[in-house]
């Protein structure tokens, strides 16, 4: 059977439409983000919050201040290339222990994210305790949530702008502060102190005040949650070390759902509700302005200000506490209580973490307690490898830097081991002053007859300084391999 012919289309008349009446607009495909204004919070949360604030705060403005054996207990010299902390002297070459601190920081990271989520970005990151002090500042010169809405809709008059006024140069005042203290752990903070207060701070030092002071305003004050929302890497990658035996903030849906208003005293099961009343207060206090209702969210930070908040509610409605609480997935849809969620947090990934944070700490602190009283860098005289001197005797010569990492004069005496009758052309003891590193020239020679033997080449030896104690008696010593070449 043939296929029926398609029967010819007839040509289609297009007709242009005009419109008629109607004008261009243009959209923006970018929403501005409204403001938070957190509300203030108090509970036991808050008074951790408060104290890890107090606590990082201290620490970090009044150690600069701190003498250690006439001088700034923690100096981070750049200039001379050495780095004070406390009885520890050290030099660029110990570079191994800054790397360690940052492994030992990551798997410490690692573990509580494991264990209780977010802890370090609700309690102890420098943004959030920041931004928790610039809050503070806020509420005492502008007023509490009510107030400071009412104030940025109102109209610009002398009220508005003395409070805003007056907020602003609080705000400069400690975020200038906070450059200062800063660089103070670079230049010695009493020096800058003397060099701000004689306006003659050199331009690197006023540039980096400036810098870390602006970063504090403008993050601080401004950029808040959204530091922590779009430019804090960690909030992205921290689900990766998330299960669902983690302590999360969570909110109990099968407690709290359905939510709806109701009278206090009333008895929410005779109103076929949840114990929620829908107060929206948990959205209020969050400083990210997320609703923890919805369930885990990125922008959680963990600050926990939501749980103090709804507690607080239910103590006021008459309801048990733990509406919001910190709990785990598993507990959650399981109905566990707390013992039974807490046997939980001794899993294998969190015995792992644990083991690699205990292994890296020992060896790290005992490698920092065993390193030796000074460091030793040899190199070769590349202008000339080997050369022939005075009786056939074969000669290399090397730059020994010694680096005493201790605060008293030392003296040293070199030695060669290795190599058959190997002569130094030194037998002076060479004396160093504290924390003071020194390029010593040194030629090391070898008779005639015992380079015969050796051929021609590189053949290895070992060089070694020793630092004399008591009587000029060697008590520690370190050894550096090298070469020593015999010419053709």
């Not at 798997?107 to 931004?131: D, E, I, K, N």
């Not at 997320?290 to 369930?295: A, E, N, P, T």
């Not at 785990?328 to 644990?354: D, F, I």
């Not at 390029?439 to 290895?460: C, F, I, L, T």
Request: glycine content about 8%; hydrophobic content about 40%.
């Amino acid at each position: 059977m043939s296929e029926p012919t398609p029967s010819p289309r007839a040509p289609q008349r297009i007709i242009p439409i005009q419109a008629v009446g109607v004008r261009e607009e243009m959209v923006s495909l970018y929403q501005k983000g409204e403001k938070i204004y957190a509300r203030e919070v108090r509970g036991w949360f808050t008074k951790w919050r408060w104290a890890f604030v107090w606590l990082t705060q201290i620490v970090f403005y009044l150690t600069p201040w701190l003498e250690w054996h006439d001088r700034q207990a923690v100096l981070f010299d750049l200039t001379t290339r050495r780095f004070y902390l406390f009885n520890l002297v050290l030099y660029p070459q110990d570079l191994i222990y800054l790397t360690g601190l940052l492994v030992i920081s990551a798997y410490g990271l690692f573990l509580f994210t494991t264990v209780a989520g977010r802890l370090w970005c609700g309690f102890a990151c420098p943004q959030s305790v920041y931004t928790e002090m610039f809050m503070w500042i806020e509420r005492k010169i502008e007023g509490d949530r009510t107030r400071r809405m009412k104030l940025d809709k109102a109209p610009w008059g002398p009220e508005k702008v003395a409070r805003k006024v007056g907020k602003q140069a609080v705000w400069i005042a400690l975020a200038l502060w906070t450059g200062y203290t800063f660089v103070g752990y670079f230049t010695p903070i009493r020096v800058l102190g003397g060099e701000a207060l004689a306006l003659s701070m050199g331009p690197w030092e006023l540039f980096w005040v400036g810098f870390y002071g602006f970063a504090t305003y403008g993050n601080a004050g401004y950029m808040r949650e959204q530091v922590c929302k779009y430019m804090c890497p960690y909030a992205r990658f921290q689900s990766a070390m998330f299960d669902r035996d983690t302590l999360i903030i969570s909110y109990d849906a099968k407690r709290g759902e359905p939510r709806g208003s109701r009278k206090r005293g009333a008895d929410a099961t005779a109103l076929n509700q949840g114990d929620c009343i829908d107060c929206t207060l948990c959205v209020q206090v969050c400083p990210t302005g997320i609703d923890i209702r919805k369930g885990l969210q990125y922008e959680c930070i963990g600050c926990a200000a939501c749980i103090d908040v709804c507690d607080s509610v239910m103590d006021k409605v008459g309801s048990p506490r733990g509406l919001i609480r910190y709990a785990t997935q598993n507990s959650m849809e399981n109905g566990w209580g707390r013992r039974e969620m807490w046997a939980r947090v001794a899993r294998p990934r969190v015995l792992v973490y644990t083991g690699i944070l205990v292994a890296i700490t020992v060896a790290f602190l005992f490698s920092l307690y065993s390193r030796p009283p000074f460091r030793v860098d040899v190199l070769r005289d590349r202008g000339a490898l080997a050369r022939v001197v005075d009786d056939g005797f074969v000669e290399n010569v090397y730059r020994i830097q010694i680096m005493n990492a201790s605060e008293s004069p030392q003296r040293y005496r070199l030695g060669v081991e290795q190599l058959s009758q190997a002569v130094v052309d030194t037998d002076r003891d060479i004396d160093i002053g504290p924390a003071e590193a020194r390029w010593v020239p040194v030629s090391v020679r070898v008779p005639p007859e015992v380079a015969a033997r050796m051929g021609s080449g590189a053949h290895g030896m070992t060089l070694f300084v020793e630092q004399l104690r008591r009587g000029d008696q060697p008590q520690v010593d370190v050894r550096e391999p090298t070469t020593f070449m015999v010419p053709r």
